[in-house]
């Protein structure tokens, strides 16, 4: 697994590190991220439901793009988003289910963390569990190469643009979602994938220094693995799942008191 070189540029401001302490009764945490669920991938939709719904895990933390795009929680009532809401309903009946926003739904919003009773996981989160502290995150603000992104980034993160775009017709946010979504394919197929821009490593090590932690988890890049960004510091990287296009790419990372363990998704048979 590449990463982006130290000397990529100068690390960003610190930002907030909240802490989120398991319970002392749990026994295993799961990690998932880069979902993108959408309508037109019905087999990743029933993998993720099956997962959430048979897991042994105490807790599920979705690490960011749970959702191909969000364009505001007045969304949830679509037939497709409402049987997506359900399942999250169910499963937080059964265990905890926590959720970081990613690029693609950052406008998830407390309406639809309420209606699915998910927790709230800001990003970055530092994670007490099992003896152990990780940090959480989603991943894309530690692309630091992507200087274009960055500037998006921090632009659509605003309260003021929030506003501007959620007071758009839901039918308008969603056309402009596709629009963004076709030009992010079209600069990724001109691209060769190992280009695509990666986890800075000297920012990455400079957040888990910060927060005493050695490892760090994150989703994003769609380059699953397990890699030292330094001596003492570590990042473990989630796996996109993709399992309507022959690929049948999914897969957990799963945190016990025995550690680390990437495992399969549940099923339920």
Do not use: K
Not at 77 to 94: K, M, P, Q
């Amino acid at each position: 697994m590449s990463t982006s070189p130290a000397t990529a540029g100068p690390a960003p401001r610190l930002p907030r590190f909240e802490e989120f302490r398991a319970p002392p009764q749990w026994r295993a945490i799961d990690f998932i991220s880069d979902l993108h669920l959408q309508a037109s991938q019905p087999a990743t939709c029933a993998a993720f439901e099956a997962h959430l719904l048979h897991t042994s895990a105490d807790a599920v933390m979705i690490l960011g793009d749970l959702f191909e795009a969000w364009v505001g929680d007045d969304a949830r009532d679509g037939a497709f988003e409402r049987g997506i809401v359900e399942t999250l309903h169910e499963a937080a009946s059964r265990r905890r289910i926590a959720f970081m926003a990613g690029n693609r739904d950052f406008l998830v919003g407390s309406e639809l963390l309420g209606a699915c009773g998910m927790t709230a996981l800001p990003d970055p989160t530092v994670l007490l569990a099992f003896g152990e502290r990780v940090l959480l995150t989603h991943g894309d603000a530690l692309c630091l190469e992507d200087t274009a992104y960055q500037r998006f980034r921090a632009e659509v993160r605003t309260e003021a643009w929030r506003d501007a775009f959620l007071a758009r017709p839901l039918a308008e946010r969603r056309s402009i979602a596709e629009r963004m979504r076709e030009a992010s394919r079209a600069h990724q197929a001109g691209q060769r994938e190992e280009l695509w821009a990666d986890v800075d490593a000297a920012a990455a090590v400079q957040w888990m220094r910060a927060t005493g932690t050695s490892v760090m988890v994150h989703g994003h890049t769609h380059r699953p693995g397990d890699q030292v960004l330094a001596p003492g510091f570590m990042r473990m990287v989630l796996t996109d799942w993709e399992c309507d296009r022959g690929s049948q790419r999914a897969g957990v990372l799963r945190l016990s008191e025995r550690g680390f363990e990437r495992v399969a998704p549940a099923t339920g048979s």
